[in-house]
Structures are given as structure tokens and as C-alpha cells.
């Protein structure tokens, strides 16, 4: 069955800092990546995806994110924080070939100190 | 106007009542789906219903019920609450084309928010 860890629960930078927020997964075929950010009382939002191809995705919002499959690891980062990207990020699954029955991770929160 | 919408936004109830949580896109997506979210865990898979004749059971079905009365509109209702199911309750929508995968993205409403005491 497909998993997802996010090791951190919750990260602390400060704004203008790069970030770096860990993914691992567990898929035996090609997984369907992704990564949602949720702001305080809203929906999820979709940051980027990684179905096939380029192993360096580009999201909205400045984010990006790389597949290795060597590592089974599918991090999102950016490299200057705004105060704004405070949130909840969430890391994804699906099996391969669709996105429908995702399994999300557990979530990293963000705080920024400005 | 949000293309994936939620009613109610927030409920409190009390336990043994019987809740409706309902959705409605805009989108025009085959595929609903209703997620909930607690703190720590994430969020895990209700039900999913890939077209308006096809309903199936997620990872944590047990205590609830849903209804697809059209393509546009997926209905998740607890039948009796019971205090842990309090959560955040998220609907979501996703299209698969068959030519074009990387189209089959979920998009989220802005979640419910059900207090069961």
C-alpha cells in the first residue's frame, strides 16, 4: 500500500530564508506526487505535481520541488520565504496512472519570523 | 464564485443526531470525493464516487454514508454523530482525461468544520 511521511511537524524559518520541506514515500510503481498548502481556515490549494519527465517541478507561488526516486523523496522548496507562506503543506500519492484515492501525508506547519 | 463549494461551513451537534454535510462543484468533474482532516493525521479518505452510479468506500467509511444525486453534487451524511467524529471535512473534485494524465489533479473546497458534543 502507498504511504507518506513528512518527518518534520513543524519547521520555524525566517522570512527571506530558503526552505526545504521533506517528503518520503512508499509506492511500488510510479508514484503521482504532490503538494497542497493550506492557509489558516481555508481549502487546500495545489502547489505543483509530478507525474512523468522533468524530475524539477515548478509550482506556484515560487515553490518547486524534486523527484528522486533513488530516495523515494519528492521535497518542496523555495528559496526566499515570504511571511505569507505561513501554512500547513501537505504531501501527496496517488497510484500511478491517476491522482483519485491520494494518501496524504501528516502535514508540516510553517511559521515565518520576520 | 468558488468552483467547489461546501454547506455548511461550520455545525455543532450533539451526539445521536443525524448530519448532512453537502457539496456542490462547478467544475464539471466526474470524480467527488470527501476527505476528513484531524490534527496530526492528515487527511484520510471517506468515500470517492467516480461517476453519479458509482459509490466506493474509502479508508475510514464506517459510520458514514454518502449520496451522489448528480454529477455536480455529493452528499456525506452521519447517521447517528458520535463525538470523534469531530474534524474538518474537505470535498473534493478531479477529472481524469484518458489522452492526458497530467490533467488528473484534486481540487479542494474550503472543508466543514463538524463539532459533535
Known amino acids: 500500500a502507498q504511504s507518506v511521511t513528512q518527518p518534520d511537524i513543524h519547521i520555524t524559518v525566517s522570512e527571506g530564508a530558503s526552505l526545504e520541506l521533506r517528503c518520503n514515500y512508499s509506492?511500488?510503481?510510479?508514484?503521482?506526487l504532490f503538494w497542497y498548502v493550506q492557509s489558516p481556515g481555508q481549502g487546500l490549494q495545489l502547489l505543483l505535481k509530478y507525474f512523468s519527465g522533468d524530475t524539477l517541478v515548478q509550482g506556484i507561488k515560487g515553490f518547486e520541488a524534486e523527484f528522486k526516486r533513488s530516495q523515494s523523496s519528492f521535497n518542496l522548496r523555495k528559496p526566499s520565504v515570504h511571511w505569507s507562506d505561513a501554512a500547513e503543506y501537505f504531501c501527496?500519492?496517488?497510484?500511478?496512472?491517476?491522482?483519485?484515492?491520494?494518501?496524504f501525508g501528516t502535514g508540516t506547519r510553517l511559521q515565518v519570523t520576520l | 464564485d468558488a468552483d467547489v463549494t461546501q454547506t455548511p461551513r461550520n455545525r455543532i451537534t450533539k451526539t445521536g443526531k443525524r448530519i448532512m454535510l453537502e457539496c456542490s462543484q462547478t467544475?464539471?468533474?466526474?470524480?467527488m470525493y470527501w476527505y476528513r482532516q484531524d490534527p496530526g493525521l492528515g487527511l484520510r479518505l471517506i468515500y470517492y464516487s467516480f461517476d453519479v452510479k458509482d459509490i466506493n468506500k474509502g479508508e475510514i467509511s464506517d459510520g458514514y454514508s454518502v449520496s451522489r444525486q448528480a454529477q455536480a453534487k455529493f452528499s456525506l451524511s452521519l447517521e447517528s454523530a458520535i463525538p470523534n467524529q469531530t474534524a474538518l471535512y474537505f470535498c473534493?473534485?478531479?477529472?481524469?482525461?484518458?489522452?492526458?494524465?497530467?490533467?488528473?489533479?484534486?481540487?479542494f473546497g474550503p472543508g466543514t468544520r463538524l463539532t459533535v458534543l
Open positions: 473534493a473534485t478531479s477529472d481524469l482525461m484518458r489522452q492526458d494524465s497530467s490533467t488528473d489533479t484534486q481540487y
Open positions: 509506492y511500488g510503481a510510479t508514484p503521482y
Open positions: 467544475k464539471g468533474h466526474d470524480r
Open positions: 501527496a500519492v496517488g497510484r500511478s496512472g491517476t491522482a483519485s484515492k491520494l494518501t
